[in-house]
């Protein structure tokens, strides 16, 4: 690799590491060192194919979704960890509703099967549509459908304590308006 590639390497790593990290969290249940482990793999992929990356960004976020199913697929006869129920006021008025918020949703992906979680965390917190999460897992676009649905199931019973407060506290983008809206 000559210089100016490994500058340009570490500029991205630099300005990206943070927000790389975070989607490795959601995808991974909450698991720091499991989250760093991920980032830190996909970053070694694509400083292999450095020179041939046209989208660093894509690229590393692909590696890692497919990274992290590996890992699922690995990992089938799957015990579910479960956690203590969290009490029953999460929103204190003192301004900390939308961490408690996050805290609450970051406990409740991880009492998910790592399937769950991916197909949630790729559908709605990378905004992905059905299509492209299927193009990215390589399954169908039933799969994604069915498995989606399953999961958000399974969140609503695991986690009743959220109810409508996730849905409150973030405005959903106008990309998911009903079909046949208009703004």
């Given at each position: 690799?000559?210089?100016?590639?490994q500058?340009?390497?570490?500029?991205?790593?630099?300005?990206?590491?943070?927000?790389?990290?975070?989607?490795?969290?959601?995808l991974?249940?909450?698991d720091?060192h499991?989250?760093?482990?991920?980032?830190?793999t996909?970053?070694?992929k694509?400083?292999?194919?450095?020179?041939?990356?046209?989208?660093?960004e894509?690229?590393?976020?692909?590696?890692?979704?497919r990274?992290?199913?590996s890992?699922?697929?690995?990992?089938?006869?799957?015990r579910?960890?479960?956690?203590?129920?969290?009490?029953?006021?999460?929103?204190?008025?003192?301004?900390?509703a939308?961490?408690d918020?996050?805290?609450?949703?970051?406990?409740?992906?991880?009492?998910?099967?790592?399937?769950?979680?991916?197909?949630?965390?790729?559908?709605y917190?990378?905004?992905?549509?059905e299509?492209?999460?299927?193009?990215?897992?390589?399954?169908s676009?039933?799969?994604?459908?069915?498995?989606?649905?399953?999961s958000?199931?399974?969140?609503?019973?695991?986690?009743?304590?959220?109810?409508?407060?996730?849905?409150?506290?973030?405005?959903?983008?106008?990309?998911?308006?009903p079909?046949?809206?208009?703004?």
């Amino acid at each position: 690799m000559d210089p100016q590639d490994q500058e340009r390497f570490r500029e991205f790593v630099d300005a990206r590491w943070g927000a790389l990290l975070r989607l490795a969290n959601m995808l991974t249940g909450g698991d720091r060192h499991e989250a760093e482990d991920l980032v830190q793999t996909a970053l070694m992929k694509a400083l292999g194919r450095w020179r041939h990356v046209e989208d660093p960004e894509s690229y590393v976020r692909k590696v890692m979704y497919r990274h992290q199913i590996s890992r699922w697929r690995l990992l089938r006869p799957h015990r579910e960890t479960t956690f203590a129920v969290p009490p029953a006021n999460l929103g204190v008025p003192d301004g900390t509703a939308t961490a408690d918020l996050r805290i609450a949703v970051g406990q409740a992906l991880a009492r998910l099967t790592p399937r769950q979680r991916t197909m949630l965390v790729l559908r709605y917190f990378e905004d992905l549509s059905e299509t492209e999460v299927a193009h990215v897992l390589g399954c169908s676009v039933g799969t994604v459908r069915s498995t989606t649905h399953r999961s958000l199931a399974r969140l609503r019973t695991l986690a009743p304590e959220l109810g409508g407060r996730a849905r409150l506290a973030a405005p959903v983008p106008s990309s998911h308006a009903p079909k046949g809206a208009h703004t």
